[in-house]
Structure formats: C-alpha cells, structure tokens
C-alpha cells in the first residue's frame, strides 16, 4: 500500500491534490464530473467579507498554452457562503480550504474570525496576490510590510491551518514567504496567476475589458517550478505548488522542487476528472519507484 497522505503543518490531506480557487466554484460546479471525495482538499473560490460582483465582461480569453482571467474576484460574500454554500461541502468527504479575498487588513481578520466558527472549515487560504482588482491584491502581494501584517493579525484570530497565496509578480518571493513565516503561518502556497494581456489588432483594444487579467495554465509551468524551487531553498516552510499543472508528471516535478501537495487549476476546466486521474498516476509512478510515502517526493531534488 502506497502511502499518499501529506501534512501541511497540521492538516493532514489523504492526497497532495487539492482543486485551486476559483476554477471549481464552491465544489459544488464540478461535482457532477469528479468524485470530490476522492480529491485532497477543495479550495473555495476567493470569499470576501461583502457580495462582489467582479469585473465588467470580458473577462476570460484563451492564450496560447493558458488563458487570461479577469475576473475580480466575484462571490457571493461570506454571510451567503455559509448559508448556500456550506452545506453542500460538508457532505462532501474532503477537506475545505476557504479562500479569503479583502481590500485592508480588518476585513481579512472579519472574514476569518466569522467562518473560525465553522467546523467545516479546515483552513484558510489567504489571497494576498489577485492581479485584477485594483484595491487589495497585488497591492498587499507587492509589499513584505503588508503580507507580515495580513498574516500576524489572521493568525491572531485563527488555529486553523493558515496559507498565505503568494504572488510570482515580484522580484524575491522567498522574501515573502520568510515573512509570512515568521508571523506564523502554517504554509505558503505559489503561485497566483502572472499579469498579462492582450489586444484586437482590427479595433486595437484590449480583449481583457480591465486591460490586463492573469496568466495560467501550462505556460507558467517553468516560472511557478523555479518560484516553489525558491522557497524551497530559502525558507524551511510547508509549500502548495501551483501553476499549469495539466497530469501528473507535471505534479511529481511541483513536489520534487519542494511541495507538499499541489492544486489544480486551469486544467478543471479541460478536464473536471484530472484529479483523479493524478491521484492513480502518482499511485503508479510511487510504484514504479518503490517510493512508499508520497512526501518522500517533497524537495527531493538533486543540484
Ligand atoms: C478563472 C480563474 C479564476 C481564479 N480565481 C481565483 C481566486 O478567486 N482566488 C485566488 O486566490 N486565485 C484565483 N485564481 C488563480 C488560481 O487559483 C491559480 O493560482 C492559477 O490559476 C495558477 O494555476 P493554474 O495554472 O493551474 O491555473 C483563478 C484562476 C482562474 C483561471
């Protein structure tokens, strides 16, 4: 018997897979074409302390090897969250990652301090890099001085497992994940989406109605690998790896460049049944390798 279980701090997760936010809702849009109780943890789409309607269309657009999304961080506010949207996830046998989206500090702490209370709730997530909302977001995830901050007054209100979501948009994010270290998160996770855009050549427009969106899927593969190669070396703290992860070859190499556990995210919406299919991989790959535990994998890597 292969062991997949990881640790991230004190979560334990039956399987490094975990579904990325904003690309499988509430759990409940992809429960029709996966069985989430076989997947990890389920990350939530991005929970604000009010309702947000997001940004004006158009707000998704095809690249090549990826797309670009604007979305703004669309959802339905905490208080709907927990009355719609709870109990749907706690029937499912996974474990629920909320996502916490804020534009200051007090509203991330009273975001968390009112779903602490919620037993189904394993953890917090805490977005400090959406590229595409001009309050919050890359504003704090550009600034050591402001992650520190987010991350010592959530930590101050929650014992739940705290990851802090890093940016790759800056120069040094091993700076960022010392510091959210040092204020006592439990974990950091890498990466968000890189900034981008794109235009019409006919109206000379850009497609991405807020000009610019992020970037996902396989074409930041490479730049998410040397991000979670960058912290690995430099800070001894749990890592999610994230970034165009498309099967699970993509997964094995997020692990041995130092993660944990990793979520998927564009890859959901080619193929909603990915997760699974990466669970039996790695299940597989251990075989071949005669590898008994999956976190033997984590920074295995040989310079
Ligand atoms: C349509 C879409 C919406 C997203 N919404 C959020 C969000 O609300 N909060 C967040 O932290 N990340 C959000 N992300 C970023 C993903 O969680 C992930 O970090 C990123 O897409 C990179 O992974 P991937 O290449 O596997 O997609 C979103 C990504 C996409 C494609």
């Known amino acids: 018997m292969i062991d997949l279980s990881v640790n991230i701090g004190k979560l334990k997760l039956k399987n490094p897979v975990m579904l990325a936010s904003g690309t499988v809702g509430y759990g409940?849009?992809?429960?029709?074409?996966?069985?989430?109780?076989?997947?990890?943890?389920?990350?939530?789409?991005?929970?604000?302390?009010?309702?947000r309607k997001g940004n004006p269309p158009r707000r998704i657009m095809e690249t090549s090897s990826g797309m670009l999304n604007a979305?703004?961080?669309a959802n339905v506010g905490v208080e709907k969250f927990i009355e719609d949207k709870i109990p749907f996830l706690q029937k499912v046998n996974s474990t629920l990652i909320c996502n916490i989206a804020a534009s200051s500090i007090e509203e991330y702490v009273e975001c968390?301090?009112?779903?602490?209370?919620?037993?189904?709730?394993?953890g917090f997530e805490i977005n400090v890099s959406c590229p595409n909302v001009k309050e919050g977001g890359l504003v704090f995830g550009n600034n050591p001085e402001a992650v520190g901050k987010i991350t010592e007054k959530v930590r101050a209100v929650t014992n739940k497992t705290l990851i802090i979501k890093l940016s790759p948009n800056t120069a040094s994010i091993s700076q960022f994940a010392a510091v959210a270290k040092k204020e006592g998160a439990d974990a950091v996770s890498a990466i968000n989406t890189l900034v981008g855009t794109a235009f019409n050549i006919y109206t000379r427009k850009p497609v991405i109605k807020n000009i610019t969106g992020g970037l996902s899927g396989p074409a930041i593969k490479p730049v998410a690998l040397a991000k979670v190669l960058e912290i690995s070396r430099n800070v001894d703290i749990p890592i999610i790896g994230i970034g165009g992860i498309m099967c699970w070859k993509d997964a094995v190499e997020f692990m041995i460049a130092g993660a944990s556990a990793f979520e998927l995210g564009t890859v959901n919406f080619i193929n909603p049944n990915a997760g699974i299919e990466i669970i039996e991989g790695l299940k597989k790959y251990c075989e071949e390798m005669k590898i008994n535990s999956i976190s033997e994998v984590t920074a295995s890597y040989i310079l």
């Open 28 to 51: 409940n849009e992809i429960s029709n074409f996966t069985d989430l109780s076989k997947i990890g943890a389920i990350v939530t789409k991005s929970v604000s302390l009010n309702p």
């Open 71 to 73: 979305i703004g961080l």
């Open 112 to 122: 968390v301090k009112i779903l602490e209370e919620q037993d189904t709730v394993k």
